[in-house]
């Protein structure tokens, strides 16, 4: 498969100690997550453990109120959006948001504006490779599309910026089994090239399946840290996390 990302050098994506707080309550209750180059590493935890305000936080969407990101080493500038993804860390929010009005190619070129134009357009060719069940639909308004085909644009538009790292919240929400299969092989093949990537999801399955590593959240504190292979092995702490959820 063509390489679609500059993996570079570093070590890790490190989320140190987050406090945040929505609506003037506490949500996050001091969240330390590390998410490794070449790795998936998967965030589990029942609905409004603070999974997405997690990935909002890192993401530049929510402010932090205690807490820092380091980028391999480095503090993570969380101003805009805008800054963090050209910092090399790229976020799929949930949803499976495409510009309607706008054709899948078009979309990926929006992506790519902040790339030089011959750089741009090679990206965009490298997407439609690593899905060429978009190439079809190139010329098709992203209003059209089915969910999974929304959501390989969404992968995608994250990619064309070269992301050291990417972050994915609810990479199967609303998807058929095959096309997260699908997916859930491309988020592999993006990790074997060098990229760190954070898998956010509810319904563990997926996750777990793919992940190196693996945290639960609950009610906005981490619960369980260390590999995925040793929470597949003890479900009874997940079902414990989501009961208490």
Known sequence: ?????????????????????????????????RIARGEVTALVGANGAGKSTTVMALAGVLPLSAGQVRLDGRPLALRRPEAVRAQGVAVVPEGHRVLGDLSVQDNLLAAATALPAPQARAAVAEMFALFPELMPKRDTPGRLLSGGQKQMVCIAQALVARPRYLAIDELSLGLAPAVVKRLAGVVQAVARQGVGVLLIEQFTTVALAVASRAYVLERGRVAFEGSAAELRAHPEILHSSYLAA
């Open 1 to 33: 498969m063509t390489t679609v990302m500059d993996a570079g050098a570093g070590r890790e994506l490190e989320l140190d100690q987050l406090m945040v707080q929505r609506g003037g309550k506490p949500v996050l209750h001091g969240v330390s997550l």
